[in-house]
């Protein structure tokens, strides 16, 4: 099965060019193996981008508003509710 693959130029220092070429000769394979390799190594090490969290928010709050929640409205009531289990607990620690 062929693979694709996708020419292309990239500037590279001294420093690196060493270290890719070196990679190449200890794993004895090409330099754009050896860079596909290091590529694919330190991508699946990455943890999961955050933007898709913050996008997900992003569209529960849109969603709440096109619902005509009122968010602020809601925020307060959770923080009243914190605050009177607080009191609760305090005083059954008494």
């Not at 409205?73 to 009191?87: H, I, L, M, Q, S």
Request: net charge positive; hydrophobic share 40%.
């Amino acid at each position: 099965m062929a693979t694709t693959t996708i020419k292309s130029t990239y500037a590279l220092d001294v420093e690196s060019v060493r270290a890719l070429e070196e990679l190449a000769r200890r794993w004895q394979v090409s330099k754009s193996e050896a860079l596909r390799r290091a590529i694919r190594s330190e991508a699946s090490r990455q943890p999961p981008r955050g933007g898709d969290a913050l996008e997900a928010l992003d569209q529960l709050q849109a969603s709440l508003r096109s619902r005509n929640v009122d968010l602020e409205r809601w925020a307060r009531e959770v923080e009243a509710g914190r605050r009177a289990a607080g009191r609760r607990l305090a005083s059954d620690a008494q």
